[in-house]
């Protein structure tokens, strides 16, 4: 399959597991995040988002943390299932006016073995 | 509901020759956005676009890239003549208006040889 990055963190978990997948933003005027998923080949995938007013958000087996203090992202994924394996991207969205453009991080690849 | 549509899916080139990447976005949305994801790199931003109207063009190489958005018809983005480092993975995204959530398409996969 194609490959994302060679020097990507990695992320290696047993199924039924907890993930947990970690992400610096630098710019402190970020008011909105994304955690997009991409398997082999295909592209971002929405998972779950969170705007600056919050510290927690939680989805169907997922949950978010913000941590504006230390700027920290956080995505747990609860009971890892081999479905799973991709690369996990984080995205910031530097507002100026309406521009909605995002920032990418460089991703993180779990791996889960069955 | 169909999601973002990008074609072709595969482009290979040679050195010189132009690039035509479209773009459809989901139905109701008119913000449409360019990427480009590199290997061993994460995605980029290019262009910012609505409906004839380029919104923010400040990650686009200054010469050979253009993007529109016109009336009618899918979102495109041109490469001229192509270089090997050109070679990406251009990924499309599309958003209603007035909302940050993008949502991508499967990507255009450009090999320039």
């Known amino acids: 399959g194609e490959s994302v990055g060679l020097h990507l963190p990695t992320l290696s978990v047993q199924e039924g597991d907890n993930s947990i997948i970690n992400c610096a933003y630098s710019?402190?005027?970020?008011?909105?995040f994304i955690w997009y998923k991409q398997e082999s080949g295909k592209g971002p995938q929405f998972i779950i988002d969170?705007?600056?007013?919050?510290d927690k958000r939680q989805g169907q087996r997922v949950t978010v943390l913000l941590n504006k203090t230390v700027k920290h992202l956080s995505l747990q994924i609860a009971a890892t299932q081999p479905g799973d394996s991709a690369v996990y991207f984080c995205?910031?969205?530097?507002?100026?006016?309406?521009?909605?453009?995002?920032?990418f991080g460089k991703g993180t690849l779990l791996t889960v073995n069955p | 509901n169909a999601g973002v549509m990008q074609n072709p899916r595969h482009l290979v080139r040679r050195r010189g020759q132009e690039a035509r990447l479209r773009c459809s976005p989901m139905?109701?949305?008119?913000?449409v956005y360019w990427y480009r994801q590199l290997p061993e790199e994460g995605l980029k931003f290019m262009v910012y676009?609505?409906?004839?109207?380029?919104?923010?063009e400040s990650g686009m190489p200054k010469e050979r890239f253009s993007a529109e958005f016109p009336k009618e018809g899918p979102s495109i983005l041109r490469i001229q003549q192509v270089v090997r480092g050109d070679s990406a993975a251009y990924f499309c995204?599309?958003?209603?208006?007035?909302?940050?959530?993008?949502?991508f398409g499967p990507g255009t996969r450009l090999t320039v040889l």
């Open positions: 969170i705007r600056s007013n919050m």
């Open positions: 710019n402190s005027a970020s008011d909105y």
């Open positions: 995205a910031e969205n530097i507002k100026g006016g309406s521009n909605y453009k995002l920032t």
């Open positions: 676009l609505q409906k004839e109207n380029i919104i923010d």
């Open positions: 995204a599309s958003s209603p208006p007035m909302t940050d959530t993008q949502y």
């Open positions: 139905k109701g949305h008119s913000h």
